[in-house]
C-alpha cells in the first residue's frame, strides 16, 4: 500500500519511464483531463510492453539471504487501529479468515492455518515504494494461483480485489446525520498477475509471522508490482468482471485518488 503522498514519477523503467516524466513528473489526481489521457495511454503502453518483451509469468529479481535488510521498512498504514483488528491481534489472530468469492464455482472460508495447508512458497524479493525506496526481505506464503484454482473462477471473472481491514480515514456522518463508515483499503490484480508465480498470499516476513507494521496475519505479495499494489490485513478476495460496483470504479484506493491502475516495475 503506499503512503499518502503524490506518487513520483518513476513508475516505469525505460522509453516508458521518460514518456511520464516528459509529460507530467508525477501522477497528481489534480491534472487536467488532458493529461490523464496521455498518462493512461502510458499505462496501457508499459503494461503491454512488459508482457510483450518480458512475458506474462517472467520473474521479478530474487537475492540470497545476505541482502535481506536488517528491518523491513514497512509502507502504508502501519496498524488498522480498530477494536475488532486489536482483538484479532491480542488472541495471535487464530479466528482470522480470509473469504475467497465473487465469480467462483466454490467459495472458500479460509483460516490461517487452512492457509498453511497450500504448499508454501518462500522468495527474497525487493520491495519498491512510489515513495522512491526499495527494501529487500523473504516472504512465505500461499500461492494465489492455488488458491484461486482451488475456489475455481467462472469464466467472467477478470479481477482479483483485495479488501482490508485498514480503514482510510475517519468515520463521519452525513447530512441526516447517518453514520458514514471510512472506507477501507482495497486493491487489484488482473488474473494475469494474480496468477504469477511470484503473487502470494505471505504470512511470514524473514522467517517469522509477519508484525502487525506489516501486514499481519496476511498480505499481498505481487513481485512485479509497486508496493501500493500489495495490500496489508487481507479479510477478503473476491473476483470481478469489472469495478464499476466499488470505490471510485477505478479499481484501488489510491487509484480512486488518481494513481494509475497499473503498478508493474
Known sequence: MADPVHRRGFLKRGAATAAVISVAGCSDPSQSPPVRTILGEVENLTRRAQRLFAGGHALAPEFTKADIAPVFRANGTLNPGTNDYAIAAAEGFKNWRIKVGGLVEKPLDLG????????????????????????????????????????????????????????????????????????????????????????????????????????????????????????????????????????????????DQGYTWYGGI
Not at 485498514?166 to 472506507?183: K, Q, R
Not at 508496493?227 to 460496483?245: A, N, V
Open 112 to 255: 490461517l492455518t487452512d492457509l498453511k495447508a497450500f504448499p508454501p512458497r518462500t522468495q527474497i524479493t525487493r520491495h519498491d515504494c512510489v515513495e522512491g525506496w526499495s527494501c529487500i526481505g523473504q516472504w512465505t506464503g500461499a500461492p494465489l494461483s492455488l488458491i484461486l484454482a482451488a475456489a475455481r473462477p467462472k469464466s467472467t471473472a477478470r479481477y482479483v480485489v483485495f479488501h482490508c481491514a485498514d480503514p482510510m480515514g475517519e468515520d463521519g456522518f452525513d447530512a441526516a446525520g447517518n453514520l458514514v463508515p471510512a472506507p477501507h483499503y482495497y486493491e487489484s490484480l488482473d488474473l494475469l498477475e494474480a496468477t504469477h508465480p511470484q503473487t502470494i498470499l505471505a504470512y511470514d516476513l524473514n522467517g517469522a509471522p509477519l508484525p502487525v507494521q506489516n501486514g499481519a496475519p496476511v498480505r499481498l505479495r505481487a513481485e512485479r508490482q509497486l508496493g501500493y499494489k500489495m495490500p496489508k490485513y487481507i479479510q477478503t478476495i473476491e473476483l470481478m468482471e469489472d469495478f464499476s460496483r466499488i470505490g471510485g470504479g477505478k479499481g484501488g484506493y489510491w487509484e
